[in-house]
C-alpha cells in the first residue's frame, strides 16, 4: 500500500513525524508537505508561480518532499507526479489544534484531506486538541487504526473524514462519536503594535469557542466532552435546503432580470 502524507504544519512537524511513523507500520509512506508553516490557508493552490520541490532528510536518510505551496499542492502533486506508484490513502497531519467548526473552512490540514477526496484517494484529517505540549501518541496510534478502516471500507472511494482527537491519555478518552462541523468558531482579536520605524501592524489573535447553540452531536462538543470527534466531510458548500426557498422567491420577483430567463420552478 502507498500512504500520501501531508499536514499544514511544515515538513519538520513533530505531529507529521508521529504520523509517519506509525502509518509507516502499516504501509509505504511518502511525505509531500509544506517547506514552511502552511497554517489557516484554506483550500488555496498555487498559479502565479512555479511550484519548487525540494528532496529533504532527516538524521541522513530521505525524508520526504518539501513544496513551496499549501496543503492541496502538496496532495495534488504528490498524486500527481511525485508517487511513483498509486496512492492509496491520504493522511493529513497530526496538526497541532483542533479542526472544528467554522474553523474547518480556514484548516489547510482538512482542506489537504478534502482536495484527496476530490482526486479520489480516500483521505483523512487528523488533528489534536491542544496548542501546548502536545503529544501525539494518541492521535497517531489512532490514525494508524483509521488507516486499516479506511482501507477496508472506503478503497478507491472519494470518501474524507475529519478527525479530532482530545489531547487525554488512552484511558481517560471517554469513545469515539461520529459527528457533524458545528457552530465552534475562532473569536478574533487583533494585536495592534508599532514597529521600530512607526508603523503600525497588527497580529491577528484569539480563540476558539464552542457556539451557545452548539448541539451535543457537533465535532467541538463532542471534543470538549473528551470524544474522538469523526466527521464525513466534502467539497460541496451548497446549501440544499435553501435551493427550494430560493426557486420560489426568484419565480415571485417577474421584473428582475427581464430580459434574462430564470429556471425558478422545477
Known amino acids: 500500500m502507498r500512504y500520501l502524507l501531508t499536514n499544514d504544519d511544515g515538513i519538520y512537524a513533530r505531529g507529521l513525524s508521529a504520523l509517519y511513523r506509525e502509518l509507516s507500520k502499516e504501509a509505504d509512506c511518502l511525505i509531500v508537505a509544506p517547506e514552511v508553516e502552511q497554517s489557516a490557508v484554506g ?79 480516500p483521505s483523512m484529517a487528523v488533528s489534536l486538541g491542544t496548542l501546548r505540549n502536545a503529544d501525539y501518541t494518541v492521535a497517531a496510534d489512532f490514525a494508524r487504526m483509521m488507516s486499516r478502516f479506511m482501507i477496508k471500507y472506503f478503497a478507491g472511494k472519494s470518501v474524507a473524514l475529519n478527525i479530532n482527537v482530545p489531547p487525554l491519555p488512552r484511558s481517560e478518552i471517554k469513545g469515539i462519536a461520529v459527528t457533524r462541523q458545528g457552530k465552534a468558531r475562532l473569536i478574533e482579536c487583533f494585536d495592534k503594535r508599532v514597529d521600530p520605524r512607526e508603523r503600525l501592524y497588527y497580529w491577528l489573535a484569539g480563540e476558539t469557542q464552542l457556539s451557545e447553540q452548539e448541539e451535543p452531536d457537533s465535532d467541538g462538543s463532542a471534543l470538549s466532552r473528551g470524544m474522538i470527534s469523526i466527521t464525513p466531510i466534502h467539497n460541496d458548500m451548497t446549501r440544499h435546503d435553501a435551493i427550494g426557498g430560493l426557486k420560489e422567491l426568484l419565480g415571485q420577483e417577474s421584473t428582475l432580470f427581464t430580459s434574462t430567463k430564470c429556471e425558478c420552478s422545477d
Request: aromatic share 4%.
Open 43 to 121: 483550500h488555496a493552490i498555487t498559479l502565479n508561480r512555479p511550484l519548487m520541490i525540494r528532496r529533504t532528510n532527516k538524521d541522513g536518510s530521505f525524508l520526504g518532499y518539501a513544496v513551496s505551496g499549501t496543503p492541496a499542492d502538496c496532495v495534488k502533486i504528490g498524486i500527481k507526479e511525485l508517487s511513483e506508484k498509486p496512492v492509496d490513502l491520504v493522511v493529513s497531519g497530526i496538526n497541532i489544534g483542533s479542526n472544528v467548526g467554522i474553523n474547518v473552512i480556514y484548516s489547510g490540514t482538512v482542506s489537504a484531506a478534502t482536495e484527496g477526496a476530490i482526486l479520489g484517494v
